[in-house]
């Protein structure tokens, strides 16, 4: 749902997104819904010391990364003009929210560590198929009101995105 949320506050921040840049983006959430996931898995089964002491960062990292991406946009959107076109979503934030999003995701792969390797594999595909689908219907959701709200939308999307990073560190 954190995928989705983002996703929706992308589309917000561009209302005029392609269908190629809305798959990228919803490509790049099941990416790494599918990684976090075989992620955790390998780490149990290879590294779980080192692993269950990174866990605790887990929220702070989220947090720290979405209070960033959203505390940009949320300046973008005060400074800038009418007029002004709104900035695309770059592939260095698109990145950063796939980690932010899923960075807690990597706690799955406790959860299916007593799985053989294909089970873990194919699990985490089915997340990320639905992650894809989930993040497409919350891509075109945003189009919607991203056009409707206009110059407000990389506002109301960056406060999005810093309530997602708190929602986050709280639940974690």
Request: one cysteine or more.
């Amino acid at each position: 749902m954190d995928a989705f949320s983002v996703s929706a506050v992308n589309a917000l921040h561009e209302p005029r997104m392609s269908r190629r840049k809305m798959c990228l983006i919803a490509g790049t959430f099941a990416g790494f819904q599918i990684l976090m996931p075989l992620t955790g898995w390998v780490c149990v089964h290879t590294i779980v010391s080192i692993f269950s002491t990174f866990q605790r960062f887990v929220p702070w990292i989220a947090l720290i990364l979405l209070l960033y991406i959203g505390g940009k946009m949320l300046l973008e959107g005060l400074r800038r003009n009418e007029a002004d076109e709104q900035p695309a979503v770059s592939l260095k934030d698109l990145f950063l929210q796939g980690i932010a999003t899923s960075i807690d995701a990597l706690s799955v792969g406790f959860a299916i560590a007593g799985h053989g390797a294909f089970e873990a594999i194919l699990e985490s595909l089915i997340i990320g198929a639905v992650t894809f689908v989930i993040c497409i219907c919350g891509l075109l959701i945003g189009k919607t009101f991203g056009t409707r709200l206009s110059g407000k939308a990389s506002v109301f999307g960056g406060l999005i995105l810093i309530l997602i990073g708190i929602e986050i560190f709280i639940r974690g």
